[in-house]
T-cell receptor, first 115, second 115 residues
Framework: QQPVQSPQAVILREGEDAVINCSSS?????VHWYRQKHGEAPVFLMI?????EQMRHEKISASFNEKKQQSSLYLTASQLSYSGTYFC????????????????FGQGTILTVHP | DGGITQSPKYLFRKEGQNVTLSCEQN?????MYWYRQDPGQGLRLIYY???????QKGDIAEGYSVSREKKESFPLTVTSAQKNPTAFYLC??????????????FGPGTRLTVL
């Protein structure tokens, strides 16, 4: 089942902060975050693993709440280059903790940063 | 330079025709994936392959077929049975799909339009 992302769209001015949320109805083993510019391929940002630490990529960080089956992406002091569509991809796992090997992506959050 | 290539970038086909989309990677990755992206939507998994000579259906496999005869190649055929084939198709690869920390690398995509 597809994870749900919120909000659907965010408009910021340079330097402002934003939070993008990703919620799943299923138990998660990992959450992947990607950013896609219009007409281009998605680019990997970071992976959060069950039981793992909060991750960071430049001024972008993310958390993973296993109990709530949620992940949040935090964009701090946004830059023009942050504009794009952000996708979370969730991955379940079997009882032994091995990944099923496939991601289910959310519908995306469109982030627009203005000067 | 290592990477994933998809060809062609734009493809037009007449209704009722089969068409094959190419995906090649020289990253020595075991796993490869095909996604479909429709406007304003996330990525939906069509097929994936964890290893050469093996592949599994994703969430929307109907009307599509794949082969994985070589590690570096994972072509996707869109058959005439696919009722709504116009979309942006993305191919991806990863080192080992069994690993939850396995990042996916995406190709530039093929935009298919059925006339």
């Amino acid at each position: 089942q597809q994870p749900v992302q919120s909000p659907q769209a965010v408009i910021l001015r340079e330097g402002e902060d934003a939070v993008i949320n990703c919620s799943s109805s299923k138990a998660l083993y990992s959450v992947h975050w990607y950013r896609q510019k219009h007409g281009e391929a998605p680019v990997f940002l970071m992976i959060l693993l069950k039981g793992g630490e909060q991750m960071r990529h430049e001024k972008i960080s993310a958390s993973f709440n296993e109990k709530k089956q949620q992940s949040s992406l935090y964009l701090t002091a946004s830059q023009l280059s942050y504009s794009g569509t952000y996708f979370c991809g969730t991955e379940g796992g079997n009882a032994g903790g091995t990944s099923y090997g496939k991601l289910t992506f959310g519908q995306g959050t469109i982030l627009t940063v203005h000067p | 330079d290592g990477g994933i290539t998809q060809s062609p970038k734009y493809l037009f086909r007449k209704e009722g025709q089969n068409v094959t989309l190419s995906c090649e990677q020289n990253l020595n990755h075991d796993a490869m994936y095909w996604y479909r992206q429709d406007p304003g939507q996330g990525l939906r998994l069509i097929y994936y392959s964890q290893i050469v000579n093996d592949f599994q259906k994703g969430d929307i496999a109907e009307g599509y077929s794949v082969s994985r005869e070589k590690k570096e190649s994972f072509p996707l055929t869109v058959t005439s049975a696919q009722k709504n084939p116009t979309a942006f198709y993305l191919c991806a690869s990863s080192i080992d799909a069994r690993l939850a920390e396995d990042e996916q690398f995406f190709g530039p995509g093929t935009r298919l339009t059925v006339l």
